[in-house]
């Protein structure tokens, strides 16, 4: 069974600062996803990475598939950010999503 | 292109009363699930489909929960009786083959 662990747990940050969330996981995946999660529960997908990185807009996803270990990095953070971001693993075969307990950023202006 | 649609939104009944909630997938995705989230924590698998056929349920509790996807495209899910614990976020995301998942905005479940 696959472990995703993220950290940190909470992170305030002031506007304008560059924000990093990290995870980790256990076993080989075949794609590591990133998610956002606005109150009211519903769940928007950021990105999907199986190796390298990823940018789109202030948004940049890497991902170590030898350390088991992907970042996801916010440049210019703005009060918008704030949300929780949760981190998923999908191994071969469609066993499911193993998510991460999340991240719950607060960006203050 | 629509994305996951989920229905209600939000839904507060007493305990001991019957609740559902309805999941319409990305046209053409074959495979969905059923997540159950609790606050604070990452969502968690209650039930995967693949087209019509339930292949992974081990996490659904049996006793009160059921789940239907007839002829493989919409879902329900079904509480009967309700708890107070099962007051959480239900979330509804589907896929194509190995691809990445698309979630729907949840339904946020209030027990009383």
């Known amino acids: 069974k696959n472990e995703v662990e993220q950290s940190p747990q909470n992170l305030t940050a002031q506007e304008g600062e560059f924000i990093t969330i990290n995870c980790s996981y256990s076993?080989?995946?075949?794609?590591l996803h990133w998610l956002q999660q606005h109150p009211g529960g519903g769940i928007v997908s950021l990105f999907m990475?199986?190796?390298g990185k990823k940018k789109h807009g202030r948004l940049i996803a890497t991902i170590n598939i030898q350390e088991k270990h992907s970042s996801l990095h916010i440049t210019a953070s703005h009060p918008r950010d704030s949300a929780v971001y949760i981190c998923?693993?999908?191994?071969?075969?469609?066993?499911?999503?193993?998510f991460g307990k999340g991240t719950h950023l607060i960006i203050q202006p | 292109e629509a994305g996951v649609v989920q229905s209600p939104r939000y839904k507060i009944i007493e305990k001991k009363q019957p609740v559902a909630f309805w999941c319409n997938p990305i046209?053409?995705?074959?495979?969905l699930y059923w997540y159950r989230q609790n606050l604070g924590q990452g969502p968690e698998l209650l039930i995967r489909?693949?087209?019509?056929?339930?292949?992974?349920d081990s996490q659904l509790p049996k006793d009160r929960f059921s789940a239907e996807r007839l002829k493989g495209v919409d879902s329900t899910l079904k509480i009967q009786p309700a708890e107070l614990g099962d007051s959480a976020v239900y979330l509804c995301?589907?896929?194509?083959?190995?691809?990445?998942?698309?979630f729907g905005q949840g339904t946020r479940l209030t027990v009383v």
């Open positions: 046209s053409g995705h074959n495979t």
């Open positions: 995301a589907s896929s194509f083959a190995q691809g990445g998942a698309f």
């Open positions: 998923a693993a999908s191994g071969g075969g469609a066993d499911g999503l193993t």
């Open positions: 489909y693949e087209n019509e056929e339930a292949v992974d």
């Open positions: 990475l199986s190796s």
């Open positions: 076993v080989g995946i075949s794609a």
